[in-house]
């Protein structure tokens, strides 16, 4: 699979596309100042304690109180807090020494939050969903901190390896490698992405998130919240630390800066494929040239059309999303049953795609075309799975239902994508309304006097098929002998059907429109 990442810099912020096979999968906005993103880690102050819910609403600085609950506070969360006030009050110029740290007792996973957070003190933690509609952030005390081979995670000495990586005994591997290069208080998650890599290339890693962990310690010092400790990377490179593998063949930015960043972020993590970073500078708009343009304007909206005359009915509510999957015009047999088969699996493939293209997230209620064969449904449950295996949200799947429904659940961390497809009408100019069509005949009077008061020769006026036939009814009753009689001028009219009804232009000898 090809995998090309499209950089578009606009005024508005960055854009980013992700393309598998000139698909267009991933579409990602990244503001001027994006705020209280997944991953950033903020020193907060806790506000309100909800004994009911078992949660907290903590200030880090957003307009409504982020939601922190139980479950979210990790077993290590004494040792946070002892940590968040170690390092505020900490003046040494180098910072103290966490590898020395002492952990407090870890908390038991039934516990009350009043128990934890009684005196509503001051705490490290990090988003783990942004706003979304009217509610503020979601946070975590489980401080992870992602590399392209690991993952850090101070205050434990744990070390894991991601199941994903099949192999036993590159599993006990890569085990011992970490387990012989890592420093005290910090466990390390291996990431699928270090499967194969060397010793060198780990330790690196490792090295590079200890010293943000310095640099988060250094941050805290003397911190009042609320307060910004570390912002997670742009959009731009953590798409690329998360994604960028052997399949990835092409980087195209259209900003000399971001190329600049993105080319050293590349040479730092993978000098071998820094060659495939482009710089764009075409004239003409980079997602245009590569038909992302396009196909945003056929993806999004309300309907989904797909090639062979199924289209997707798309309707958001606050609780959840529902799909609608239509058969088409088109029928490859004259059996139902294979029918709807072929119909539904080629909808499942794009309604995984439409998933990730808007990054839906919740409860999504799939209405495949009716099956009758519970072969058939379980081809369609197993194609769903096989299409979202390269979606990196955590998602859940559930076969087809007895009433025709399939059931997804896929992890919500941010804001969908939500994309107006629709274009102001060219007639009422998004009003709704049209000028009164009995008028039309007198606008288009007035403009010809006021052309041939001007000296305009050989006039011609284009309207709709329909206002032609109006025009020239009648021969010598008609419109167009009106006009020779009065102006002493032949006026030329011709249809064009591209033209909306009440439409017309006038152009001259040359015709060249003449602009009124």
């Known amino acids: 699979m090809n995998k090309e990442l499209i950089i578009n810099a606009a005024p508005t912020g960055v854009e980013i596309a992700l393309l598998e096979d000139k698909k267009l999968v991933e579409l990602h906005h990244e503001s001027g100042n994006p705020n209280f993103a997944v991953g950033d880690l903020y020193l907060g102050k806790v506000k309100k304690l909800i004994p009911g819910l078992n949660a907290a609403f903590v200030d880090v600085g957003f307009e409504k109180d982020a939601f922190l609950h139980y479950t ?11 940590f968040t006030a170690t390092a505020i009050s900490d003046k040494t110029p180098e910072g103290f020494d966490f590898t020395k740290f002492k952990n407090e007792p870890e908390i038991v996973k039934t516990g009350k939050i009043t128990d934890v957070l009684g005196g509503k003190p001051n705490i490290l933690v990090q988003i783990l969903k942004e706003p979304i509609s009217s509610k503020g952030p979601r946070l975590s005390c489980e401080i992870s901190l992602p590399g392209r081979f690991i993952v850090l995670t101070p205050f434990n000495d744990i070390v894991a390896v991601s199941k994903k990586i099949h192999s036993s005994e590159e599993r ?28 060198a290339e780990l330790h690196e890693d490792l090295t590079t998130l200890v010293q943000t962990w310095k640099n988060i310690q250094a941050n805290l010092s003397g911190g009042q919240a609320p307060q910004k400790i570390l912002s997670e990377q742009t959009k731009t490179t953590s798409i690329l630390r998360d994604l960028l593998n052997e399949s990835f063949n092409r980087i195209v930015i259209n900003d000399k800066n971001i190329y600049t960043d993105t080319k050293t972020y590349i040479q730092k993590i993978a000098p071998e494929k ?23 304007k056929a993806s999004f909206g309300k309907t989904v059309n797909l090639d ?13 999303h529902v799909v609608d999957v239509n058969s088409g015009y088109k029928s490859s047999s004259n059996n139902q049953e294979q029918n709807a088969l072929a119909s539904n699996l080629e909808a499942a493939g794009e309604i995984a795609r439409q998933l990730r293209l808007r990054d839906l997230g919740g409860i999504i209620i ?6 009758k064969l519970p072969e058939n449904k379980k081809t369609i449950f197993e194609a769903m799975e096989k299409f979202m295996a390269q979606d990196r949200a955590k998602h859940t799947i559930l076969p087809i239902s007895k009433f025709g429904l399939m059931q997804i659940t896929r992890q919500r961390v941010k804001p969908e994508i939500t994309i107006s497809v629709a274009e102001d009408c060219p007639t009422c100019k998004g009003t709704g309304k049209i000028g009164a069509s009995m008028l039309i005949l007198e606008d288009i009077e007035k403009n010809l006097q006021y052309l041939l008061n001007h000296q305009h020769k050989g006039l011609t006026i284009r309207v709709h098929a329909i206002l032609h036939a109006y025009l020239t009814k009648g021969f010598l009753a008609s419109k167009q002998w009106k006009w020779y009689f009065q102006y002493k001028k032949w006026i030329k009219l011709k249809a064009d059907s591209n033209y909306h009804l009440t439409e017309y232009r006038f152009f001259d000898a040359n015709d060249e429109e003449i602009k009124l």
């Open 366 to 371: 799939i209405d495949f075309i009716d099956m």
């Open 72 to 82: 979210d506070l990790s077993p290590y969360i004494r040792s946070i807090l002892k």
């Open 274 to 296: 820094s060659d495939i970073v482009n710089y764009y500078n075409n004239g003409s708009p980079i997602f245009d040239n590569y038909g992302i343009t396009r196909q945003v």
């Open 172 to 199: 006990k591997r890569l085990q011992k490698i970490v387990e012989a290069i890592k420093t005290p208080n910090f466990g390390v998650i291996v990431r699928t992405a270090a499967e194969g890599k060397k010793t």
């Open 308 to 320: 062979s005359g199924v289209y997707l009915i798309i309707e958001a509510t606050e609780a959840l």
